[in-house]
C-alpha cells in the first residue's frame, strides 16, 4: 500500500531539496474539467530541473508515496486527479516550461514539458516553421501532458497524433533514473522504444521533463471550405476524392451535424452561422499548399469533381483569411455549446473509416431504443474519430437521465467494439476509462501492460489508478 | 539456462502440432548476409497460423527453448543467426505470406507477416495507392522483418520508418498469449503503446504474425535530378531550400560522394555513370508531386534557386523514366560495388543534421591518422543517415587491416556519440552491436529494457543473446 504524502515525507524532501521547490496546496490542482471526480492532494511540487524532479521522484519511490505528474490540467479522463487512497504529491512541470531550442535548419523543437502547447507552436511559428498538434485546450494545455495521453486534435490526418511528432524524451524513471534520450535523429534503431512507451501512458510510467519534436514547413497557401454532404458516406468518398487530387494537402477534415448547429443557435446565438438553412451534414476541410499552387483553384477542382460525382451538393469557399477564421469559429465553438446544453453521456470514439457510416446509423437506432435524446455526433472524420455526444430531449435537463447514463455509454462503446473501433480515440484511459479497459482491452495486451508496470514501477507510485488497476504490491 | 530444441522438445511439439509444421533444417536458415557469424540451429517451424505460432512459443516457453523468429533471412546485425548456446528453433513466418486484405477507402493494407516487402508494395500499387518502404533489400526481406528491426530505407525523410507505417499488429508474447491488436485505427489512446515496443525489438519481446499499414496517395508525377553540390553543408541547405519551396514533396535525398563514383568504375563498370568527372559530392533528389504540380517546372525553380544560392553548381535532370532509373541504379549499386571492394569497417549511423558537415570533415581526419583508408560516405542525408564505410587503400586487401578494425569502428563510433548520433540508424542491433548499445546506450533506458525484457520474457526464450546481453535466468 502506498503511504500518504504527509509531513513526515515534506521533511524527507526538504533534507534533499530546496524549499522552493514546494507550493502551498492549491484546490485548483484537485479538479479535473468536467467536474466528475475531486483528487486529493497532500504535497504540491514545482520542480525546475530535470535533476530535482529525479529527486522528488526518488524520494517518493523510498517512501512510497504516490505522484501525479501534472501539466495543464485540461485532460478530460480524470488522469491528473485522485479522488481516493493516500494523498499523492502533485508535480507540476509548470516551472519547467523553457523552449530550449529550436533548430529550424534541421526542423526541430525542444521544449521542456511545461511549456504551454501554444507557446510551442508559437516558437516554431517564430522560425518560419509549423508545429502541427492542435486542439481546444492548446492555450492552457502543457505539451508533457499532450506526450503523457499522446494527444491528437485536428492536425492527426496530415501530422499524425503527438507520439508521431516527437523525436526524443528526457524523463525520470519511477526509480529517479533520469533518462537522457534528447535525441533529433530521425533514425536511430538502438533497442527498445522507450520514448513511444512513455508516450501514451498518462504519467503512470514515469515523468516526461523534454522533448524534441519534429517541425514542418508552413504552407505557403492555405484554403478552407464547408461543404455540405449527402452522408457520412458520401464525406468518406470525398476525402478520398481529395487524397487522390492533392495527396497530403488536406490538412484537416471535419465532420458537423445539423444536431451542432442547432445547439449553436440555441446557447450560442452570437456565432455567426454559415449557412441559412443549417445542412444534416457538410464537412469542414482545410488545404494546406505548397510548391506554388494555388489553394483557390485547387479548391475549386476538388469542389467540381465532387459536385459532379454527386459527394457534395453545395458548398461555401472561404474568399478571405476572416470566413475562413468563422467557418472554424462554428466547429471549434461545438464542444462549448455540448457543455451548457449538457450531455447525458459523451464518448471519444474512433471506428474504421469503412465501418463508419453504418456506425453512425446503427448507433442513432440504438439511442432511440433507449430512450428520447439528442444526439451532435460530430468530430475528425479523416480520423475516424468522432465525438459522439448524446444529450437529453430539448426541454429536459440530464439530471433526468442520470439513471440511464451508464446504459447509453454501454450501448455506444458495445457498438463501437463490435466494428473494431477504440472507445478512446484521443483522449486516453484516465481513471475515467479504467473499467472499459478492462472490459473491451485485449487480454493478451493487458496482461504484457500489467507486466510492465509491475517491472518499470514495482512500488506502484506513478500516478496510481491511472490506466491500470494494479493489485496491493 | 536454456534447453536445445534437440528430440524430445520436437516430440513435444509434435504432441501438440501437425508433422508438417515441423521442416528438416536447411543450412541456409543459418548465414546472415556478411557472413560474420554462422548459427546454430535444432529444429526448424515453419507455422501458417497465428495459432500454430501461439502453439509454438507456448511449447518452448514451456521447455525453456531458445527460438529466432525469421523473416527473409536479410538484417545485417546478425539478428536472425544464434553462434554458440544451446541450438535454438528458428521459427519462420514465410508460410504466413498472405496479404489479407487491402482497404484502399481506408489507405490500410493487411499483410502476414512472411510477405516479402516487394509483394506489399506490388498490392497497394495495384489498389493505386502507394506503400512506402523502400529498400536495396526489399526483394527477399518479409515484412515482419521490417517490422521486427524498424527498417529505414529511402522514403523515410516524406515517411517515415517502418514504425511510422504501422497501424496495428497481430503478435505472439513470450508466453504464447495472442495479442490481437490488428486495428486500422488512426486514433486509439487506450493503454501503452505495445505496438511500437515490438517493432524494433527484434523478435526480442515476441513474435510478430501480421500488421496494419498506412497506405498513401501515389504521386501524380515524379521528378528525379542528380545534382552537384559544393559541400555536404550546401546539401543540407538545399534540403532546406526544397523543403520551403515544395513542403513534404521531397520523397528522397541521397547523399552520393565521389569514392561511391570511383569504385563503381573499378569493380561494376558497366553501370552507366551520369558524369564524365564523378564530383566530389552529389545529391538525388526526387519529387513527387500531386495536385496538378508539374515535376519539370518544379525541378526547374529548385535547381534555378539553388544554383542562384550556389547551392549547386550543376546538375542533371532526368527527362524520362529511363534516365530517372539510371540515375537510382548508380545509387543502389553503391552497396553492391562495396560489397566487392571489401570495406574494413561498415557503420550505420546517424547525426543531428546540424553536426553532419563536422563529422564527415572530422571522420576523415581521424581515419587518416589511423592509416591509408578509402572512405565511403553516402547515404539518406535528410535522414542524418550515413553508410559511413571504410575501405582498404587501392590495391590492398581487407585482411591487411584486421588488426585495426575494431580501432577503426571505435574512431568511427566515438566521433557520433560525441556529437549527439546514433551507431545503429537503420539496421538495428542484433547480436554484431550488443556490446556498442552497452558502450554507447543510456544507462536508464538500458535497465529499462532488461526490466521490461525480463517481464515479458521472464525465461529469456525470445531471440537470445540479441540486443541484450541478459544474465542467466
Same mark, same amino acid.
Given at each position: 500500500?502506498?503511504?500518504?504524502?504527509d509531513?513526515?515525507?515534506?521533511?524527507?524532501?526538504?533534507?534533499?531539496?530546496?524549499?522552493?521547490?514546494?507550493?502551498?496546496?492549491?484546490?485548483?490542482?484537485?479538479?479535473?474539467?468536467? *467536474?466528475?471526480?475531486?483528487?486529493?492532494?497532500?504535497?504540491?511540487?514545482?520542480?525546475?530541473?530535470?535533476?530535482?524532479?529525479?529527486?522528488?521522484?526518488?524520494?517518493?519511490?523510498?517512501?512510497?508515496? *504516490?505522484?501525479?505528474?501534472?501539466?495543464g490540467?485540461?485532460?478530460?479522463?480524470?488522469?491528473?486527479?485522485?479522488?481516493?487512497?493516500?494523498?499523492?504529491?502533485?508535480?507540476?512541470?509548470?516551472?519547467?516550461?523553457?523552449?530550449?531550442?529550436?533548430?529550424?535548419?534541421?526542423?526541430?523543437?525542444?521544449?521542456?514539458?511545461?511549456?504551454?502547447?501554444?507557446?510551442?507552436?508559437?516558437?516554431?511559428?517564430?522560425?518560419?516553421?509549423?508545429?502541427?498538434?492542435?486542439?481546444?485546450?492548446?492555450g492552457?494545455?502543457?505539451?508533457g501532458?499532450?506526450l503523457?495521453t499522446?494527444?491528437?486534435?485536428?492536425?492527426?490526418?496530415?501530422?499524425?497524433?503527438?507520439?508521431?511528432?516527437?523525436l526524443?524524451?528526457?524523463?525520470?524513471?519511477?526509480?529517479?533514473?533520469?533518462?537522457?534520450?534528447?535525441?533529433?535523429?530521425?533514425?536511430?534503431?538502438?533497442?527498445?522504444?522507450?520514448?513511444?512507451?512513455?508516450?501514451?501512458?498518462?504519467?503512470?510510467?514515469?515523468?516526461?521533463?523534454?522533448?524534441?519534436?519534429?517541425l514542418?514547413?508552413?504552407?505557403?497557401?492555405?484554403?478552407?471550405?464547408?461543404l455540405?454532404?449527402?452522408?457520412?458516406?458520401?464525406?468518406?468518398?470525398?476525402?478520398?476524392? *481529395?487524397?487522390?487530387?492533392?495527396?497530403?494537402?488536406?490538412?484537416?477534415?471535419?465532420?458537423?451535424?445539423?444536431? *451542432?448547429?442547432?445547439?449553436?443557435?440555441?446557447?450560442?446565438?452570437?456565432?455567426?452561422?454559415?449557412?441559412?438553412?443549417?445542412?444534416?451534414?457538410?464537412?469542414?476541410?482545410?488545404?494546406?499548399?505548397?510548391?506554388g499552387?494555388?489553394?483557390?483553384?485547387?479548391m475549386?477542382?476538388?469542389?467540381?469533381?465532387?459536385?459532379?460525382?454527386?459527394?457534395?451538393?453545395?458548398?461555401?469557399?472561404?474568399?478571405?483569411?476572416?470566413?475562413?477564421?468563422?467557418?472554424?469559429?462554428?466547429?471549434?465553438?461545438?464542444?462549448?455549446?455540448?457543455?451548457?446544453?449538457?450531455?447525458v453521456?459523451?464518448?471519444?470514439?474512433?471506428?474504421?473509416?469503412?465501418?463508419?457510416?453504418?456506425?453512425?446509423?446503427?448507433?442513432?437506432?440504438?439511442?432511440a431504443?433507449?430512450?428520447?435524446?439528442?444526439?451532435?455526433?460530430?468530430?475528425?472524420?479523416?480520423?475516424?474519430?468522432?465525438?459522439?455526444?448524446?444529450?437529453?430531449?430539448?426541454?429536459?435537463?440530464?439530471?433526468?437521465?442520470?439513471?440511464?447514463?451508464?446504459?447509453?455509454?454501454?450501448?455506444?462503446?458495445?457498438?463501437?467494439?463490435?466494428?473494431?473501433?477504440?472507445?478512446?480515440?484521443?483522449?486516453?484511459?484516465?481513471?475515467?476509462?479504467?473499467?472499459?479497459?478492462?472490459?473491451?482491452?485485449?487480454?493478451?495486451?493487458?496482461?504484457?501492460?500489467?507486466?510492465?508496470?509491475?517491472?518499470?514501477d514495482?512500488?506502484?507510485?506513478?500516478?496510481?489508478?491511472?490506466?491500470l488497476?494494479?493489485?496491493?504490491?
Amino acid at each position: 500500500m502506498l503511504n500518504p504524502a504527509d509531513k513526515d515525507f515534506e521533511a524527507l524532501l526538504l533534507d534533499h531539496l530546496p524549499a522552493e521547490v514546494l507550493r502551498p496546496v492549491e484546490p485548483r490542482y484537485a479538479e479535473e474539467p468536467r *467536474g466528475y471526480f475531486k483528487g486529493l492532494i497532500g504535497l504540491l511540487a514545482l520542480p525546475r530541473t530535470v535533476e530535482e524532479v529525479s529527486t522528488l521522484i526518488r524520494c517518493a519511490n523510498a517512501a512510497r508515496v *504516490g505522484v501525479i505528474p501534472y501539466g495543464g490540467g485540461t485532460g478530460l479522463v480524470a488522469g491528473q486527479v485522485i479522488p481516493d487512497g493516500p494523498a499523492p504529491m502533485v508535480l507540476s512541470l509548470e516551472r519547467m516550461n523553457a523552449v530550449r531550442e529550436v533548430y529550424a535548419d534541421e526542423n526541430v523543437l525542444v521544449a521542456e514539458a511545461g511549456v504551454i502547447l501554444a507557446d510551442v507552436q508559437a516558437a516554431a511559428d517564430a522560425a518560419d516553421r509549423l508545429f502541427p498538434l492542435s486542439l481546444a485546450a492548446e492555450g492552457s494545455a502543457r505539451i508533457g501532458g499532450n506526450l503523457a495521453t499522446n494527444a491528437g486534435g485536428t492536425g492527426v490526418l496530415r501530422y499524425g497524433n503527438t507520439r508521431d511528432l516527437c523525436l526524443g524524451l528526457e524523463a525520470v524513471l519511477p526509480d529517479g533514473q533520469i533518462w537522457h534520450g534528447l535525441t533529433r535523429l530521425r533514425k536511430n534503431n538502438t533497442g527498445y522504444d522507450l520514448r513511444n512507451l512513455l508516450i501514451g501512458a498518462e504519467g503512470t510510467l514515469g515523468v516526461i521533463t523534454a522533448a524534441a519534436f519534429k517541425l514542418f514547413a508552413q504552407s505557403e497557401q492555405t484554403g478552407t471550405a464547408l461543404l455540405i454532404v449527402p452522408s457520412p458516406r458520401a464525406a468518406l468518398e470525398l476525402l478520398s476524392l *481529395g487524397r487522390s487530387q492533392l495527396g497530403e494537402a488536406i490538412s484537416a477534415f471535419e465532420l458537423m451535424n445539423r444536431q *451542432g448547429f442547432d445547439f449553436l443557435t440555441e446557447v450560442l446565438p452570437h456565432v455567426r452561422q454559415p449557412f441559412a438553412t443549417p445542412p444534416e451534414w457538410c464537412v469542414l476541410i482545410e488545404l494546406g499548399l505548397n510548391g506554388g499552387l494555388d489553394a483557390a483553384e485547387a479548391m475549386e477542382r476538388l469542389l467540381v469533381a465532387a459536385l459532379e460525382a454527386g459527394l457534395v451538393t453545395d458548398g461555401l469557399i472561404a474568399q478571405n483569411a476572416q470566413q475562413a477564421a468563422d467557418f472554424w469559429a462554428v466547429r471549434e465553438q461545438l464542444p462549448e455549446a455540448n457543455r451548457i446544453i449538457g450531455a447525458v453521456s459523451s464518448h471519444d470514439i474512433s471506428v474504421p473509416l469503412r465501418a463508419l457510416p453504418d456506425f453512425i446509423e446503427a448507433g442513432a437506432k440504438r439511442i432511440a431504443d433507449l430512450g428520447d435524446f439528442r444526439i451532435n455526433c460530430f468530430g475528425h472524420l479523416g480520423d475516424g474519430n468522432l465525438h459522439y455526444n448524446v444529450f437529453p430531449a430539448k426541454g429536459k435537463s440530464r439530471d433526468a437521465y442520470s439513471n440511464q447514463r451508464d446504459q447509453v455509454q454501454r450501448s455506444v462503446h458495445d457498438l463501437v467494439h463490435e466494428v473494431g473501433g477504440s472507445f478512446s480515440a484521443e483522449h486516453g484511459v484516465g481513471r475515467l476509462k479504467v473499467g472499459e479497459l478492462e472490459r473491451y482491452g485485449d487480454p493478451a495486451k493487458l496482461s504484457a501492460m500489467r507486466a510492465i508496470k509491475a517491472a518499470l514501477d514495482p512500488r506502484g507510485i506513478m500516478n496510481p489508478g491511472a490506466v491500470l488497476r494494479m493489485g496491493a504490491s
